[in-house]
């Protein structure tokens, strides 16, 4: 069973671009949530998507966005990237929705973005 | 809002030797609690969680977790430390809130801690 699929694994943008990740989450899983992981500020949630719809949303500024398609994959775009963006951007997906706390998140292995 | 801390930031053991690292939480009704490692460069690996029941919890790799309502902890143990156990562990829990599009929710974790295991 393949598990949580990001891509690209490393990217490398200059100020001011925009970029966009990608997440697969394991087949039948319906949830997909974002976490940024930086070394000062640990790890912090960016976005929860359960049947298409945002359901959650952390403390970030507009231009982190993201989406969630029919087939339960995920893209997170960050708009006008400014050097604090670098960081290790990471997807979970889980079997069940919010309403079933019981099941618990696989993590992909993440994206490492550097902004230059 | 939910919360867990993690008060040491490095843990050293000795391979063969029993490690702790130690996780305490805040939260509001249940918790739902998670450990959670991660090895250079990789994703988040789950290692065992806390929703109710037993207070002794067993997961992945020979790792457990004590749960103790009194103290508000969640320390994940292990009786004999392997130098492959080397890594960085996080303990989280998950925030269930309503929103106007349902209900939602979220991982909250802690800074974490480095384990080092030497020979």
């Known amino acids: 069973k393949a598990g949580v699929t990001q891509t690209p694994r490393y990217l490398i943008k200059t100020r001011g671009q925009q970029v966009t990740l990608s997440c697969s989450p394991i087949?039948?899983?319906?949830?997909v949530s974002w976490y940024q992981q930086t070394p000062g500020q640990g790890l912090q949630f960016l976005f929860e998507?359960?049947?298409?719809?945002?359901?959650n949303k952390g403390n970030f500024p507009g231009r982190f966005s993201g989406r969630q398609f029919s087939n339960s994959r995920s893209e997170m775009n960050v708009s006008t990237l400014e050097l604090g963006d670098s960081a290790l951007y990471l997807c979970?997906?889980?079997?069940?929705?919010?309403?079933?706390?019981?099941?618990?998140?696989?993590f992909g292995s993440g994206t490492r973005l550097t902004v230059v | 809002a939910q919360s867990v801390a993690q008060p040491e930031d490095q843990v050293n053991v000795a391979e063969g030797n029993p490690l702790t690292v130690k996780c305490t939480y805040s939260?509001?009704?249940?918790?739902?609690l998670f450990w959670y490692v991660q090895y250079p460069n990789r994703g988040l690996q789950f290692l065992l969680k806390?929703?109710?029941?037993?207070?002794l919890v067993k997961g992945s790799y020979g790792f457990e977790a004590e749960f103790n309502k009194s103290q508000t902890s969640f320390h994940l143990k292990k009786p004999s430390a392997l130098v492959s156990d080397s890594a960085l562990y996080f303990c989280?829990?998950?925030?269930?809130?309503?929103?106007?599009?349902?209900?939602?929710?979220?991982?909250?974790f802690g800074t974490g801690t480095r384990l080092q295991v030497t020979l």
């Open positions: 979970a997906s889980s079997f069940r929705g919010p309403t079933a706390p019981n099941y618990g998140y696989t």
């Open positions: 087949s039948g899983h319906r949830s």
């Open positions: 998507y359960f049947s298409e719809t945002q359901r």
């Open positions: 939260v509001s009704g249940n918790p739902y």
């Open positions: 806390y929703i109710t029941g037993d207070n």
């Open positions: 989280a829990v998950r925030d269930i809130m309503q929103r106007n599009t349902g209900t939602a929710s979220k991982l909250t």
